[in-house]
């Protein structure tokens, strides 16, 4: 079993959506990140969180640091926020190595 | 562009050949990661450097090797390679050691894309 699990693996939305995408994972964290890989292959941290809540625009990322879960939402989803959404997490053990969730594939329709 | 520079974007080679990866880190950051991102086997962290020191090594193999310069630009090394190394390889910056404090950001390159042949 991955350390990092996310849900789903692939969605598909209709522009204007609200979307989430989960990541679950089962080590102590002392951070995790969402990040946003385009289909031409960049990466862009959009998220870093240990606690709470953060808003970016149209989108949120939440923690729930207990119950080892975060999750991603895009507020009236865009196709250009078709992408790759990857979590990684900062296992408490080490304070630089991320380890990654396989990532969920959005599509978003016009 | 994000400040990570690397090269090269693309690279084809055959196996058994040796190639080196360039990355030069964002403008003030001290520490440089490098990643593979694999078809099967997703994103994985390779190495860690700080201000020319390694820091940390995740699931490098002993056919590849990396440092980083006083400059703090870094290489990767690829040696003896193999079909399965073809993959994308992304370096990533950021400020300090650990990029989980809040005032430190992580930022990646635009990956060197290896085709092994």
């Known amino acids: 079993k991955n350390e990092v699990e996310q849900s789903p693996q692939n969605l598909t939305a209709q522009e204007g959506e609200f979307i989430t995408i989960n990541c679950s994972y089962s080590v102590g964290i002392s951070a995790l990140h969402w990040l946003q890989q385009h289909p031409g292959g960049g990466i862009v941290s959009l998220f870093m969180?240990?606690?709470g809540k953060k808003k970016h625009g149209r989108l949120i990322a939440t923690i729930n640091i207990q119950e080892k879960h975060s999750s991603l939402h895009i507020t009236a989803s865009h196709p250009r926020d078709s992408a790759v959404y990857i979590c990684a997490v900062v296992p408490e053990t080490s304070g630089s190595r991320l380890t990654f969730g396989e990532g969920t594939q959005l599509t978003v329709n016009p | 562009d994000s400040g990570v520079t690397q090269t090269p974007k693309h690279l084809i080679t055959a196996t058994g050949q040796r190639v080196t990866l360039r990355c030069s880190p964002r403008s003030g950051d001290l520490s440089v990661y490098w990643y593979q991102q694999s078809l099967d086997q997703g994103l994985q962290f390779l190495i860690q450097y700080y201000n020319g020191e390694e820091r940390a090594k995740g699931n490098i193999l002993e056919r590849f090797s990396a440092q980083q310069f006083p400059d703090l630009h870094s290489e990767l090394n690829l040696s003896s390679l193999e079909l399965g190394d073809s993959a994308l390889y992304f370096c990533?910056?950021?400020?300090?050691?650990?990029?989980?404090?809040?005032?430190?950001?992580?930022?990646f390159g635009a990956g060197s894309r290896l085709t092994v042949l």
């Open positions: 969180l240990s606690s």
């Open positions: 990533a910056s950021s400020v300090t050691v650990l990029f989980n404090s809040g005032a430190n950001v992580l930022t």
